[in-house]
Structures are given as structure tokens and as C-alpha cells.
């Protein structure tokens, strides 16, 4: 079953502005990840955020965990048009496998 | 260096025919992951191989799917009497171990008509 749950599900926003999606999960994590899609296809790694992490930076990105509430944000600063695509939360749990939630649907219009 | 590849990108069958997916890992990643991804939704996990055997194989749907990775590298997913429902995107990821970031492969699309 899907655990990672992201809110809002579908964002349009203009180039330049911020970006922020949540993610809510069930159950206890080893960690939990960001993942990038487009058009469908290949899934790109963003950021991996420990249990025992509270914030994590990567370039424009910023992925912040909340263990006690199971929640992560994923914020995205200066937006780009190529940013457009579609953003999945990911926890790993359990024997190694990563569950995945419905994904944010981010359109950036330049 | 080379990331993960799947094979073929793409696959029409007819309902019931028998059906091969390949995935060749990044290499010296041990663990291998198969996903299936339907429209509109998040990767849904299917099996998880550490080296050459299904550490957790509870992701999949029915006995009429099944993976090997003889060799501990490239792996099948094999779907026997294919249904409608599927049709999917396959999705392949590698990782150094168990507990590290998944590297996707770009999937194959089924469609099973």
C-alpha cells in the first residue's frame, strides 16, 4: 500500500516564485526521498532525508521531516521552467522498499 | 557513468501471451527494485532483490508474475498470461545497498490489449 501522501496535488505557479509540496506518511521510516519525474518516465533522485534529520539543503532545494507529525515538505526557491514535472514523496520502510505517494503535478509557467 | 536501462521501452502484447522485461542495473549496486507505475499514480513496489535472491518478493500481485536476477546484475520480470489490466509503466532501480538512494531506470510501457 502507498504510505507517502503529498498535498497540494497539482501546483501552478510563475517563473520565479517558491514551490512547496507536503507529504504525510503512516508509519515509522528509515528515511524518506524526493523524487522527480517527467513526462511519465524515468524517476530522478533528488534528496534523501534521514530519520534523524530535520532539514536537508540541495542547490535550490529544501526538504525539511517532521517525525513527530510524519510529514516532510519539499520547498523549490527561484522556479524555473524546467522545474515542470511531477514530484513524488518516497518512504523507505519495512525490508528496504521505498512506498510512494500520488505525486504533485508542478507546472511552472515561464 | 552508465545508469540503470531497461528493455524494451516499449511492449504491445495480446491478452495472454507471456511477456519478458530486462533490467540492467548500475554496476556494483546490489540491490535491484522493480516498481509498476499505472496513470496518474506513484511507483507501486513489486520485488526487492539483495544480490541474486527475492529479498521481498510481497509486492507482487498473483503467481503470474515473477523476477530473477541469476547473476546478482541483470534481472527479468516475466508476466505470464498477460491481462488488460497490466498494462503499466515497469519501472527498474539500482542501489549500492538496501538503504541508499534508488536509481530509476527510464521503464518499459506495457500494453496488453
Known amino acids: 500500500s502507498q504510505q507517502g501522501e503529498e498535498d497540494p496535488q497539482a501546483l501552478s505557479i510563475q517563473e520565479g516564485e517558491n514551490a512547496t509540496m507536503n507529504c504525510s506518511y503512516k508509519t515509522s521510516i528509515n528515511n524518506l526521498q524526493w523524487y522527480r519525474q517527467n513526462s511519465g518516465r524515468g524517476l530522478v533522485h533528488l534528496i534523501l532525508?534521514?530519520?534523524?534529520?530535520r532539514e536537508k539543503h540541495s542547490g535550490r532545494l529544501r526538504v525539511t521531516l517532521d517525525t513527530s507529525k510524519k510529514s516532510s515538505s519539499l520547498l523549490i526557491t527561484a522556479s524555473r521552467a524546467a522545474d515542470t514535472a511531477s514530484y513524488f514523496c518516497a518512504t523507505l520502510y519495512g525490508n528496504n522498499r521505498l512506498a510512494f505517494g500520488k505525486g504533485n503535478q508542478v507546472v511552472v509557467i515561464p | 557513468g552508465a545508469g540503470v536501462s531497461q528493455t524494451p521501452s516499449n511492449k504491445v502484447t495480446e491478452k495472454g501471451k507471456y511477456v519478458e522485461l530486462r533490467c540492467d542495473p548500475i554496476s556494483g549496486h546490489t540491490a535491484l527494485y522493480w516498481y509498476r507505475q499505472s496513470l496518474g499514480q506513484g511507483p507501486e513496489f513489486l520485488i526487492y532483490?539483495?544480490?541474486?535472491?527475492?529479498?521481498?518478493d510481497s509486492g507482487l500481485p498473483n503467481d503470474r508474475f515473477f523476477a530473477v536476477r541469476p547473476e546478482g546484475s541483470v534481472s527479468t520480470l516475466k508476466i505470464q498470461r498477460t491481462e488488460r489490466g497490466d498494462s503499466a509503466v515497469y519501472l527498474c532501480?539500482?542501489?549500492?545497498?538496501?538503504?541508499?538512494?534508488?536509481?530509476f531506470g527510464p521503464g518499459t510501457r506495457l500494453t496488453v490489449l
Open positions: 532483490f539483495q544480490g541474486t535472491g527475492a529479498a521481498d
Open positions: 532501480a539500482s542501489s549500492i545497498t538496501g538503504y541508499n538512494e534508488q536509481f
Open positions: 532525508i534521514r530519520s534523524n534529520e
